[in-house]
């Protein structure tokens, strides 16, 4: 599986941005999908995951009601919509597939077998 990620960039505080994640070599179906994120200096922290067909979504408490996963299964596609950014959300953010998943393990980035490059988030004050 390669995932590519993409979307990321430079917002004001208060505005949007949606990430995607393409995946190629096998299909989201039966697959785990987590995005995470990493801040300089910070470890990898989890934002939101999603198990196909039944599992979820899950997401931090820092980001619920403000993120929003979202998926195209005809372009084997997830997507990460953000809104009402903070500062605190500038990050590195990751895409990560993982197979056979159980609910308990959808927030650990070493559930997660296969990951993309990454997308700089980066909102201003």
Not at 14 to 33: D, E, M, N, Q
Not at 47 to 70: E, H, L, M, N
Request: charged share 15%; aromatic share 12%.
């Amino acid at each position: 599986v390669q995932l590519q990620a993409s979307g990321g960039g430079l917002v004001q505080a208060g505005g949007s941005l949606r990430l995607s994640c393409a995946a190629s070599g096998r299909t989201f179906s039966r697959s785990a999908v987590g995005w995470f994120r990493q801040a300089p200096g910070k470890e990898r922290e989890f934002v939101v995951a999603r198990r196909w067909p039944t599992g979820g979504p899950f997401y931090s408490d820092s980001v619920k009601g403000r993120f929003t996963i979202t998926s195209d299964n005809a372009k084997n596609t997830v997507y990460l919509q953000m809104n009402s950014l903070r500062p605190e959300d500038t990050a590195v953010y990751y895409c990560a597939v993982g197979f056979n998943l159980i609910l308990s393990s959808m927030r650990e980035p070493a559930s997660y077998a296969y990951w993309g490059q990454g997308t700089l988030v980066t909102v201003s004050s």
